[in-house]
């Protein structure tokens, strides 16, 4: 009887998929240069690739970003999320509709976050943001010709996780790494000594990650930057990609080299196109001074740093989702175990970390663990970077120690707009739950907001002032975590849809928390224990803290 290669749990539903390398940025080159996907393109690409048509079918109907019918002259895009929906967005889509609607060359629609909550209300003109202040500016331009593309300006700030006082010195941690000065193993038990967890909302101990990933035997090794924060409230992973470059990509070469992988990528959202340029203007100074190339500065190692460009999807903010799209399959989620430090990308260990993460790791190579948990406050290790959105004053991105309460972190950011009171926070991003005005002096820090029934997740506050709807506020998260659903798991498909029109039902009628339908609490339940991925386990747990603080029925 013939050997069968054994079937590795969690990736099931890869059976019948097509090998070979990932065509999405062949669509990406097909898009940037024709506009859109024609058919005739497609057909010539999978005659080139052979690789049948309806696989890029699949793939092109699954991600947001790609087009199967001609751009129009302007396409306008209003956001219509959480941190822009309590900045007047539904008053602007609908002065949008009565000024625009009519406009035989303008395709105006509403839009999930673009990653740029510190502006909102945020509206796109052909991928390029602005503020309903400058849509006739915008909308003008496109008309006559295009609109100019966006720069990314850094900021003039310096943040306290830069152990290098300038340009000179950047990498100066991999250079002692690759003279020998240094061995790569005395970083993993730095990061393992420091307490550092992930920063992109699961809060895994890193130095336990790279540890598991080290410690495997099979080979090649990977290892991707998970840059796709797509969540509304979510910015911060944006701006440190702006300010430091050089911190994220040396953190990740130095992962590389703790973990013994030689590939890494830089996986980053399409609306980040300015970021993106400034991580390949950065990569291709590294490449330059020969920290990554087939010889690193004549030691005989190979490191390669790519960009891989996102095709759209919050869903690809899930690590093994990532690693399908990057596969060149439609983003949807595996099954666990087995994790990507074990069975990753191309089936091989796989080294993932968020943007905050690879940034905080020179500075704690360089100046130790017991420096990195003395930035913290009280009993709490290290620094935090946090966005801050909403009805805030100086909404933006601040980075303070782990364990500053939410009111300092409000005042920091002066404090609820218009002098108002506080109505409630989200401490973690729209994936968090809610907490009321009394719950303001929590530390920022994992357990303490685990404990008040939320969480760090993203590190994004929102801030919602006295009087606003919070059920409104919640469904509209729900909404969004509806239309970002891959639709894999029917509790999360067919739960998130259902709660919905429940709860926009119950608006629409004037309801209140407390004659919300029962149902709901069944539904996030389910929800919560069977969904097959976070996605689907948090959508309805904004909207069930909402009924708590509020006294509504909920079950839980």
Same mark, same amino acid.
């Given at each position: 009887?013939?050997?069968?290669?054994?079937?590795?749990?969690?990736?099931?539903?890869?059976?019948?998929?097509?090998?070979?390398?990932?065509? &999405?940025?062949?669509?990406?080159?097909?898009?940037?240069?024709?506009?859109?996907?024609?058919?005739?393109?497609?057909?010539?690409?999978?005659?080139?690739?052979?690789?049948?048509?309806?696989? &890029?079918?699949?793939?092109? !109907?699954?991600?947001?970003?790609?087009?199967?019918?001609?751009?129009?002259?302007?396409?306008?895009?209003?956001?219509?999320?959480?941190?822009?929906?309590?900045?007047?967005?539904?008053?602007?889509?609908?002065?949008?509709?009565?000024?625009?609607?009519?406009?035989?060359?303008?395709?105006?629609?509403?839009?999930?976050?673009?990653?740029?909550?510190?502006?909102?209300?945020?509206?796109?003109?052909?991928?390029?943001?602005?503020?309903?202040?400058?849509?006739?500016?915008?909308?003008?331009?496109?008309?006559?010709?295009?609109?100019?593309?966006?720069?990314?300006?850094?900021?003039?700030?310096?943040?306290?996780?830069?152990?290098?006082?300038?340009?000179?010195?950047?990498?100066?941690?991999?250079?002692?790494?690759?003279?020998?000065?240094?061995?790569?193993?005395?970083?993993?038990?730095?990061?393992?000594?420091?307490?550092?967890?992930?920063?992109?909302?699961?809060?895994?101990?890193?130095?336990?990650?790279?540890?598991?990933?080290?410690?495997?035997?099979?080979?090649?090794?990977?290892?991707?930057?998970?840059?796709?924060?797509?969540?509304?409230?979510?910015?911060?992973?944006?701006?440190?990609?702006?300010?430091?470059?050089?911190?994220?990509?040396?953190?990740?070469?130095?992962?590389?080299?703790?973990?013994?992988?030689?590939?890494?990528?830089?996986?980053?959202?399409?609306?980040?196109?300015?970021?993106?340029?400034?991580?390949?203007?950065?990569?291709?100074?590294?490449?330059?001074?020969?920290?990554?190339?087939?010889?690193?500065?004549?030691?005989?190692?190979?490191?390669?740093?790519?960009?891989?460009?996102?095709?759209?999807?919050? &869903?690809?903010?899930?690590?093994?989702?990532?690693?399908?799209?990057?596969?060149?399959?439609?983003?949807?989620?595996?099954?666990?175990?087995?994790?990507?430090?074990?069975?990753?990308?191309?089936?091989?260990?796989?080294?993932?970390?968020?943007?905050?993460?690879?940034?905080?790791?020179?500075?704690?190579?360089?100046?130790?663990?017991?420096?990195?948990?003395?930035?913290?406050?009280?009993?709490?290790?290290?620094?935090?970077?946090?966005?801050?959105?909403?009805?805030?004053?100086?909404?933006?991105?601040?980075?303070?120690?782990?364990?500053?309460?939410?009111?300092?972190?409000?005042?920091?950011?002066?404090?609820?707009?218009?002098?108002?009171?506080?109505?409630?926070?989200?401490?973690?991003?729209?994936?968090?739950?809610?907490?009321?005005?009394?719950?303001?002096?929590?530390?920022?820090?994992?357990?303490?907001?685990?404990?008040?029934?939320?969480?760090?997740?993203?590190?994004?506050?929102?801030?919602?002032?006295?009087?606003?709807?919070?059920?409104?506020?919640?469904?509209?998260?729900?909404?969004?975590?509806?239309?970002?659903?891959?639709?894999?798991?029917?509790?999360?498909?067919?739960? !998130?849809?259902?709660?919905?029109?429940?709860?926009?039902?119950?608006?629409?009628?004037?309801?209140?928390?407390?004659?919300?339908?029962?149902?709901?609490?069944?539904?996030?339940?389910?929800?919560?224990?069977?969904?097959?991925?976070?996605?689907?386990?948090?959508?309805?747990?904004?909207?069930?803290?909402?009924?708590?603080?509020?006294?509504?029925?909920?079950?839980?």
């Amino acid at each position: 009887m013939p050997d069968v290669a054994p079937r590795v749990p969690g990736v099931e539903a890869r059976a019948g998929k097509f090998p070979g390398p990932s065509l &999405i940025p062949a669509l990406h080159a097909i898009q940037e240069r024709v506009g859109w996907l024609p058919r005739e393109e497609l057909v010539t690409l999978s005659r080139d690739v052979r690789r049948p048509l309806y696989e &890029i079918e699949g793939l092109i !109907s699954f991600y947001p970003h790609f087009r199967t019918t001609p751009p129009p002259r302007v396409e306008l895009r209003i956001c219509h999320d959480l941190p822009c929906w309590l900045r007047g967005a539904e008053d602007r889509i609908a002065e949008a509709r009565q000024r625009y609607g009519r406009e035989p060359d303008i395709e105006l629609a509403e839009c999930s976050c673009p990653g740029r909550c510190d502006t909102a209300p945020l509206l796109t003109v052909n991928q390029i943001p602005g503020t309903p202040a400058q849509a006739d500016i915008l909308i003008a331009a496109a008309r006559d010709g295009g609109v100019p593309a966006m720069v990314s300006v850094p900021s003039d700030r310096r943040w306290p996780n830069d152990p290098y006082a300038s340009a000179e010195e950047h990498y100066g941690v991999l250079r002692e790494v690759l003279s020998g000065a240094l061995e790569a193993s005395q970083i993993t038990n730095a990061l393992a000594d420091s307490g550092l967890r992930g920063m992109g909302g699961a809060g895994f101990p890193t130095g336990r990650k790279w540890e598991l990933v080290a410690a495997q035997a099979a080979t090649p090794k990977y290892a991707i930057c998970n840059a796709d924060e797509s969540e509304p409230g979510t910015f911060k992973d944006r701006q440190i990609l702006a300010d430091q470059p050089h911190l994220v990509l040396e953190g990740m070469l130095l992962g590389m080299l703790a973990t013994g992988a030689e590939e890494g990528w830089v996986f980053i959202r399409h609306e980040y196109g300015p970021e993106e340029a400034v991580v390949r203007r950065e990569i291709d100074r590294l490449r330059s001074a020969r920290l990554i190339g087939p010889d690193v500065l004549g030691t005989g190692r190979r490191l390669s740093v790519e960009v891989f460009t996102s095709p759209g999807g919050y &869903i690809l903010g899930e690590e093994s989702a990532l690693i399908e799209c990057m596969e060149g399959h439609r983003g949807e989620p595996r099954n666990k175990p087995p994790f990507p430090g074990v069975y990753g990308l191309h089936g091989q260990p796989t080294l993932m970390n968020s943007v905050e993460t690879f940034a905080h790791v020179p500075v704690i190579t360089r100046r130790g663990a017991a420096w990195w948990k003395g930035q913290g406050a009280g009993e709490h290790d290290g620094l935090k970077f946090f966005a801050v959105s909403g009805h805030v004053e100086r909404p933006g991105v601040y980075c303070v120690p782990m364990g500053t309460t939410a009111r300092e972190l409000l005042d920091l950011a002066g404090g609820v707009s218009g002098g108002r009171r506080l109505g409630a926070i989200q401490p973690g991003g729209a994936s968090s739950n809610f907490l009321g005005p009394d719950q303001l002096d929590v530390p920022l820090d994992f357990g303490s907001l685990r404990e008040a029934g939320s969480m760090l997740g993203s590190g994004a506050l929102v801030v919602m002032a006295e009087g606003t709807d919070l059920l409104a506020a919640a469904t509209n998260v729900l909404r969004f975590f509806r239309d970002e659903s891959c639709g894999k798991c029917v509790p999360c498909r067919a739960g !998130s849809t259902k709660a919905h029109q429940i709860l926009a039902d119950h608006l629409a009628a004037g309801g209140r928390p407390d004659g919300v339908d029962g149902r709901i609490g069944e539904l996030e339940q389910v929800m919560r224990r069977t969904s097959i991925c976070g996605l689907g386990q948090v959508a309805l747990g904004p909207v069930a803290s909402v009924l708590r603080l509020s006294g509504g029925h909920y079950p839980g």
